[in-house]
């Protein structure tokens, strides 16, 4: 071998990704040297050193363990629907049913504090109402809904405690929902919902049955609070 051919040898560097490129490139590598798959050993946390094989079949029992995982959590989701969307089904009945504007924020109340085991709810109404009840905020939010529902028909997570006072009247340390009220193209204000949990209302939520129940509570506010 000439002295040139021993420095281009010397030169050449073998990093992982030359072995990757070339056993991409030759797939036929392992079938022409199958003694080699056995006599490969790879170090393991667990079991000190496996061979090839070994790992294979490791790494498939731990993709099989994982899609079981997920499977179950997809059933327990899908189940936690169906309860919710059973639920809320029950609640739009219930809420057809009401006569009045105080039946109907009752309605609405022990839904939210009984059903959905939350903390509480509240509704703010642009144009105000003369009903009277614990539920109808008083104070000026405009503020808030600018801040918050500009742009949005929901807000998720946490309010500053001046927004929190004039909602709720008092410090609320889990985290809320506000969901706008619209008629037809009007605004009519928004529904605040507080949770204990901080973690509870998050930005990533689903909003398909928020959204049923956004429109359908809208219709009959407006027809009982605001005629």
């Known amino acids: ?27 036929e590598f392992f079938n022409r040297n199958p003694e080699l798959i056995n006599s490969l050993r ?32 997809l059933m327990a989701i899908a189940n936690q629907n169906e309860q919710l969307f059973a639920l809320y089904s029950d609640l739009y009945l219930r809420l057809l049913d009401c006569a009045s504007a105080n039946e109907l924020l009752d309605c609405l109340y022990q839904a939210t504090t009984e059903l959905l085991s939350l903390s509480g709810l509240k509704v703010w109404l642009k144009d ?10 008083k104070n000026d939010c405009a503020g808030v809904m600018h801040n918050r529902l500009a742009k949005e028909d929901y807000y998720f997570g946490r309010l500053q405690k001046s927004e929190q006072d004039l909602i709720f009247s008092q410090n609320q340390e889990g985290s809320v929902v506000l969901i706008k009220l619209n008629h037809i193209d009007d605004e009519m204000g928004f529904l605040a919902i507080s949770s204990a949990d901080a973690d509870h209302f998050d930005p990533r939520m689903d909003t398909l049955l928020l959204s049923q129940f956004r429109k359908l509570v809208a219709k009959l506010l407006f027809q009982q609070l605001c005629k």
């Open 42 to 73: 790879l170090a393991d946390q667990n079991r000190g050193t496996v061979s090839l094989v070994e790992r294979q079949q490791s790494q498939q029992r731990q993709k099989v363990h994982n899609l079981e995982e997920e499977i179950t959590q």
């Open 128 to 137: 105000g109402t003369s009903v009277d009840h614990s539920s109808i905020v």
């Open 1 to 27: 071998m000439s002295d040139s051919n021993l420095i281009q040898l010397d030169e050449l560097k073998l990093t992982d990704d030359i072995v990757i490129d070339f056993l991409h490139d030759n797939p």
